[in-house]
């Protein structure tokens, strides 16, 4: 597996991010590519926000006017992505997620808030490699069976009770 940057920005301030966080989320990242045997080096930007600067984006790129728990930007069509010319890495695109959505969810869902983060990455991360599952059906559950394949990988499985000391 070639090198995958991950550049993680925090722009909310309501949830204290947890140690551990950042590089789990940079774990899920490598894993979906291992997963789909990317190949070559790869860049994600992964921007934390809240549900008001969700909610903008969303209204902004999607005409839905609330807070959505994570937003994917491909800069990538069919395969082909542009290419940082500084490190030779392919850009994927950017992930955006509300960590307070994502916070809420945990607790909605009754897992750790660290399952809930890794789970956003590993469906947006396939949204940047083109999967889609708006219209249902088979794709859907693909994209299903990958994020939930990837949480076990790395020891997140949908069992995984809530176990937040730090939140």
């Known amino acids: 597996m070639d090198k995958v940057k991950v550049i993680i920005q925090d722009k ?15 774990r899920c990242c490598t894993a979906v590519l ?3 045997n990317f190949e070559g080096p790869a860049e994600v930007n992964v921007i934390f926000t809240d549900d008001f600067g969700i909610a903008e984006l969303n209204s902004q790129f999607r005409n839905i006017t609330a807070p959505t728990d994570v937003l994917s ?3 990538g ?8 010319p500084e490190s030779g890495a392919k850009m994927l695109g950017d992930i955006v997620i509300s ?3 994502a916070l809420k969810q945990s607790k909605e869902y009754n897992h750790s808030f660290q399952r809930e983060m890794g789970f956003l990455t590993a469906h947006s ?3 940047l490699l083109g999967y889609d599952h708006v219209n249902g059906g088979i794709e ?5 069976e990958k994020e939930e394949a990837v949480m076990t990988m790395l020891g997140h499985t949908r069992d995984s009770l809530a176990q937040d000391d730090e939140l």
């Open 12 to 26: 909310q301030k309501q949830v204290k991010i947890p140690t551990g966080i950042r590089m789990l989320l940079r």
């Open 34 to 36: 291992q997963m789909e």
């Open 73 to 75: 930007f491909p800069l």
């Open 77 to 84: 069509e069919n395969g082909e992505y542009d290419t940082n």
């Open 99 to 101: 960590v307070e959505r």
């Open 125 to 127: 991360m396939l949204h």
């Open 140 to 144: 859907a559950v693909h994209m299903r």
